[in-house]
């Protein structure tokens, strides 16, 4: 029983043998750097550039949100490094559902692939919503009540939209054929789009500060008085809830942390960058800067939106459904409310796109490993686009921005982009304590035995990196080990130290973002029930630190590293982590069910059929012919070739 167990452990965590030694791809190789940051930047500043500056300024910070974005931004960059090394290392599609299997397992592959394609179709449908509602908002909301006149859906339970939304659908299905027609194209698009929208943010910045105030970033409690009395808005009991305590962070430092973690989602998106490693023309290059440079983009955008808003008009009258076009209202250029409705259905539109790109690219590289059905793998001969899948998973999308109302699922959409973060963050950690590379020549070479008339290909992993003469073949585990490592290059014991370290130190953490997330008050009241699992559970974290420090870290060259290792990957998963904790209970429920029913798919046909299953059954029916035979060899040797030979 325990041996069967054992080996059910070993299917599940079996991970992808990486072959980058053959450079051919059927994607078509089309996208320059340039391209990368237009989709990047498009599908990060999105609409909420328009909207989320106001809602977080008026209720939680004031003009201290500029302080919210550069902390979120520098939470986002930390995921977002660690992302652009694995689009240095791993130049093939799939993003953390790839970056996932070469490292942690098939089965957090899945889970990473199955939650990202969620988060995707949530995206791509709330986004086509939201083009649609403003649109029709432009047109004096003249679509939605037509369609609430002559099509309303009255269901209970608020699952079902109150009417179909049949101009998102028709949005979506037109995205969805201009990807299908090619990613040139789709490129093409999206940079004009982005263009447009930048310069209306231009527009806006400047227009913020040669409009501004320099004493709305300075208020008194009598400006706030002063207002009361004009408009008679408000009550004075309502003074702190809603005025502060005036000044630069009129909420306090409560208020700047709180939106901060609002203000990261306004950084997801980057991560699509990380999806076109086989039609970048040069994957290596342009995918860090390409994530590192949408991202700079992008806090300075919000930087300067937020600076100009706050600037423009004291937070407490700020409009949070439309703040700009109020601001502009407000220092008298309400005309501008036409530039910023632009900007916003320009933001949207690359929004969209930016949420309906990666997707069928996820669901290929699931589709192609054998996860997913394979059917949905097949590539179009002229476009060299995953037609099918992009075809599936733009008419459920389509369908999902049809008929439901998604106010309820966006949430959803969190959890899959913080689980891709935090595991493309330990993905980093790990493979930078492990012995030899992911695309050497030693990992690729292949020997090919000839048995009983079939070739069959062994990898030939015995040369390579085990010749140095610094690291010894094989090192028993011993506990001095785990501070005081034998050599200054990793080996297979001190990799599998910082394997198991770092799933121990995850698991601490994830507790530890509970107790924050549940008992944070109890905490800051300093109650020993709530301080002591913290400061233990802290400790520990700080052994485990400590253990990955002492280990070896691999002299590979890359040309983009995370720096500050282990600390920076360590500090983005509890960035993430507790992030995913503050969601409630009813969005983990239906995160429950869709796993479910990925679990279903996973154990009845991708653990069976998945590419590793086939490889490795294969090799085990070989295994004892293959023992008996003396390799012959493929390709021009070199010196570990010579070597390997030699030992045979």
């Known amino acids: 029983m325990a041996a069967q167990l054992a080996n059910f452990g070993k299917i599940l965590l079996r991970r992808r043998a990486l072959d980058c030694s053959n450079e051919e791809t059927r994607f078509a190789r089309c996208l320059s750097t340039?391209?990368?940051?237009?989709?990047?930047?498009?599908?990060?500043?999105?609409?909420?550039?328009?909207?989320?500056?106001?809602?977080?300024?008026?209720?939680?910070?004031?003009?201290?949100?500029?302080?919210?974005?550069?902390i979120a931004a520098l939470s986002s960059m930390l995921a977002g490094l660690c992302y652009a090394e694995f689009g240095a290392r791993v130049p093939k599609t799939g993003s953390a559902y790839l970056y996932s299997y070469v490292t942690v397992g098939e089965i957090w592959a899945f889970i990473t692939g199955w939650n990202l394609i969620l988060s995707y179709v949530i995206g791509t449908a709330s986004v086509a919503r939201a083009w649609s509602s403003t649109f029709d908002s432009l047109v004096e909301q003249k679509i939605s009540n037509f369609f609430k006149a002559s099509m309303t859906m009255d269901v209970p339970g608020n699952v079902l939209a109150k009417y179909p939304d049949l101009f998102a659908l028709i949005l979506v299905l037109l995205l969805t054929g201009l990807l299908a027609f090619g990613v040139n194209e789709s490129a093409l698009v999206n940079k004009i789009f982005t263009g447009i929208n930048l310069v209306v943010l231009g527009f806006v910045i400047i227009s913020g500060f040669v409009k501004g105030d320099t004493h709305n970033w300075k208020l008194t409690e009598e400006d706030y008085h002063q207002f009361i009395n004009d408009t008679n808005s408000s009550t004075p009991a309502l003074v702190e809830k809603k005025f502060g305590v005036g000044g630069f962070a009129p909420f306090g430092l409560n208020g700047v942390l709180s939106g901060a973690a609002t203000c990261f989602y306004a950084f997801v998106g980057f991560d699509c960058i990380a999806t076109t490693s086989e039609e970048a023309k040069n994957p290596m290059r342009s995918i860090p800067i390409g994530i590192v440079a949408s991202l700079f983009i992008c806090f300075f955008a919000y930087f300067g939106v937020s600076a100009a808003l706050t600037l423009m008009m004291p937070y407490y009258q700020l409009n949070t459904q439309s703040p700009l076009p109020e601001a502009f209202s407000y220092v008298?250029?309400?005309?501008?409310?036409?530039?910023?409705?632009?900007?916003?259905?320009?933001?949207?539109?690359?929004?969209?796109?930016?949420?309906?790109?990666?997707?069928?690219?996820?669901?290929?590289?699931?589709?192609?490993?054998?996860?997913?059905?394979?059917?949905?793998?097949?590539?179009?001969?002229?476009?060299?686009?995953?037609?099918?899948?992009?075809?599936?998973?733009?008419?459920?999308?389509?369908?999902?921005?049809?008929?439901?109302?998604?106010?309820?699922?966006?949430?959803?959409?969190?959890?899959?982009?913080?689980?891709?973060?935090?595991?493309?963050?330990?993905?980093?950690?790990?493979?930078?304590?492990?012995?030899?590379?992911?695309?050497?020549?030693?990992?690729?070479?292949?020997?090919?035995?000839?048995?009983?008339?079939?070739?069959?290909?062994?990898?030939?992993?015995?040369?390579?990196?085990?010749?140095?003469?610094?690291?010894?073949?094989?090192?028993?585990?011993?506990?001095?080990?785990?501070?005081?490592?034998?050599?200054?290059?990793?080996?297979?014991?001190?990799?599998?130290?910082?394997?198991?370290?770092?799933?121990?130190?995850?698991?601490?953490?994830?507790?530890?973002?509970?107790?924050?997330?549940?008992?944070?008050?109890?905490?800051?009241?300093?109650?020993?029930?709530?301080?002591?699992?913290?400061?233990?559970?802290?400790?520990?974290?700080?052994?485990?630190?400590?253990?990955?420090?002492?280990?070896?870290?691999?002299?590979?060259?890359?040309?983009?590293?995370?720096?500050?290792?282990?600390?920076?990957?360590?500090?983005s998963v509890f960035v993430n982590i507790y992030l995913m904790m503050q969601l409630d209970w009813g969005t983990w429920c239906r995160f429950a069910v869709w796993m479910l029913i990925g679990f279903i798919i996973y154990f009845c046909y991708g653990i069976r059929n998945s590419s590793e299953a086939t490889k490795r059954s294969s090799l085990r029916k070989y295994e004892s012919a293959m023992q008996k035979k003396s390799p012959i060899y493929t390709g021009a040797p070199d010196d570990s070739d010579t070597e390997a030979g030699g030992s045979a």
């Open 34 to 70: 340039l391209d990368l940051i237009a989709l990047g930047v498009g599908s990060t500043l999105g609409a909420g550039v328009y909207v989320l500056a106001g809602e977080v300024a008026r209720e939680k910070a004031g003009p201290a949100i500029v302080l919210c974005f550069l």
């Open 332 to 571: 008298g250029w309400a005309p501008a409310r036409y530039i910023v409705a632009v900007g916003s259905l320009c933001a949207l539109s690359t929004s969209l796109l930016g949420s309906m790109f990666p997707m069928p690219r996820v669901i290929y590289a699931m589709a192609e490993d054998g996860l997913l059905f394979r059917v949905l793998s097949r590539m179009n001969a002229r476009t060299k686009t995953p037609l099918l899948a992009t075809i599936a998973s733009g008419v459920v999308a389509a369908l999902m921005a049809f008929l439901f109302d998604l106010a309820a699922l966006v949430d959803l959409m969190s959890i899959g982009t913080l689980l891709a973060y935090s595991l493309v963050a330990i993905c980093v950690l790990i493979l930078r304590y492990q012995p030899g590379t992911l695309s050497s020549s030693s990992q690729t070479e292949k020997l090919v035995e000839l048995v009983e008339g079939e070739k069959v290909a062994v990898s030939g992993d015995d040369s390579g990196d085990e010749r140095d003469e610094e690291r010894p073949l094989r090192e028993a585990f011993t506990v001095k080990l785990l501070f005081c490592p034998s050599g200054k290059i990793p080996t297979q014991t001190s990799g599998n130290i910082v394997y198991a370290t770092t799933a121990i130190i995850s698991l601490l953490i994830t507790v530890l973002c509970i107790i924050l997330a549940n008992c944070l008050q109890e905490l800051l009241a300093g109650q020993p029930a709530a301080v002591v699992p913290c400061v233990l559970l802290g400790l520990l974290c700080v052994v485990c630190l400590v253990i990955i420090c002492r280990q070896p870290e691999s002299k590979e060259a890359l040309t983009f590293k995370v720096p500050l290792l282990p600390w920076l990957p360590l500090f």
